[in-house]
């Protein structure tokens, strides 16, 4: 068996995000569902799966096979994370998932952006509008940025008074 090229592990890390961030949205949007929140992330996930596809498509493209191992860790990840939110504060709960889901798209912006610089040398992904992609992942972390400062107000404002 081949040893996977830099290239291949590089898609495969990403797409081990991209599941932890389509698990950590529908959890949270399920738990916010009726809210503006919800529909948000709604809009979101549906967003981020089709991003989830297109880099399975450009894996495809580049030969890259998956790592099963990589997307189950992100899966179980997310499961373990779940422990990690797991509080009865559900503004602070939301809190930290929006801020695990602006971390994720950060990481995005940065594979857009490396695959543009590399497309080049890479024949396959050279078609490929970049450019469209990164503008729409800068718009997802506008918006979760949006909620997190409402859910970092909402969540950790001024204390009751004693």
């Known amino acids: ?30 738990e916010n569902s009726g809210t503006e929140l919800g529909q948000f992330l709604e809009k979101f996930l549906a967003e981020v799966e089709e991003d989830k596809r297109t880099l399975e498509g450009l894996m495809d493209a580049v ?54 610089k590399v497309a080049a040398g890479h024949e396959v992904l050279s078609g490929t509008d970049f450019n469209a992609l990164l503008k729409a992942a800068q718009t997802q972390q506008d918006g979760l940025e949006r909620y997190r400062l409402e859910l970092a107000e909402k969540a950790l404002g001024a204390r009751p008074a004693v």
């Open 1 to 30: 068996m081949n040893e996977p090229q830099p290239l291949d592990i590089y898609l495969n890390d990403h797409l081990g995000g991209s599941v932890m961030a389509i698990e950590i949205a529908k959890r949270c949007a399920a």
């Open 63 to 116: 030969g890259a096979s998956r790592n099963p191992v990589k997307q189950a860790g992100a899966w179980l990840g997310e499961k373990l994370t779940r422990l990690k939110l797991g509080t009865s504060e559900k503004n602070l709960a939301n809190l930290l998932s929006v801020e695990t889901l602006c971390m994720g798209v950060q990481g995005k912006i940065y594979l857009w952006t490396a695959l543009d």
